[in-house]
């Protein structure tokens, strides 16, 4: 492993976990159900980057659900996060109409 993918590796990790902690405080402070939404998309995408470096490493074993030649994780855990963030600009759409 060079340098540069060291730093791609713990760049993510450190700015993924600076946005989780903050999305964190930011969910104890708010009930709204689109501002929740967009904590959990991001604590999703923390999740995948994590994922992604431990499948990386070999530390976990991704073949227990297939689908075609990808697992179940490597396809859902990517797009785990839009489906969040559509969520939440969904319901923020759907209140700036409604008034």
Do not use: C
């Amino acid at each position: 492993m060079d340098s540069g993918e060291i730093i791609f590796i713990s760049s993510g990790l450190f700015l993924g976990a600076v946005a989780a902690f903050f999305a964190i405080m930011l969910w104890s402070k708010t009930r709204d159900i689109s501002w929740m939404l967009m904590v959990i998309g991001t604590i999703a995408a923390y999740i995948n980057t994590v994922y992604s470096i431990l499948n990386e490493f070999g530390i976990i074993e991704t073949g227990i659900i297939m689908i075609g030649s990808r697992t179940l994780a490597s396809i859902m855990l990517p797009n785990l996060p839009s489906v969040f963030f559509i969520t939440a600009f969904l319901i923020m759409v759907i209140r700036k109409y409604r008034r």
